[in-house]
């Protein structure tokens, strides 16, 4: 079975580093930017099967890239990977079309779980610290 193709987007380097580290044996990670604008970039022109975006990045926020690959119909798949914990923000990232919400804190747990759900055209939210 072929990898899935997945583009990373996160503001912060070590944390691009430790996602590609992550994935290394279960998915194919053609990309790794560090703003939305690249990120929408970059799944416009390489159609992964899937991305992992983080929801603050400068220029452009992940949701803001949710939200226009939504408007276009995009077949790519959306994870977010936040430090984020407020069901209002989940709420408005499922509504741009994302199909995972994985924590920070849980990214060694639950990021290639909500992956392969999202693959699977499931929703997979982490377990909230506060809930």
Excluded: Y
């Amino acid at each position: 079975m072929t990898q899935k193709r997945v583009l990373v987007a996160d503001d912060l380097a070590p944390m691009l580093a430790a996602v590609e580290a992550l994935l290394q044996n279960s998915f194919h990670v053609i990309g790794l930017v560090s703003d939305g604008s690249a990120a929408l970039d970059g799944i416009l022109k390489f159609e992964p099967d899937l991305a992992v975006l983080d929801i603050s990045m400068p220029g452009m926020s992940g949701l803001a890239v949710a939200r226009e690959l939504k408007s276009l119909a995009s077949k790519t798949k959306i994870v977010f990977l936040t430090v984020q914990e407020d069901s209002s923000i989940i709420a408005a990232c499922l509504a741009a079309g994302a199909l995972g919400f994985v924590v920070k804190a849980l990214m060694d747990s639950d990021l290639i779980p909500a992956m392969n759900e999202a693959l699977a055209g499931r929703v997979f939210v982490s377990r909230l610290s506060n809930s």
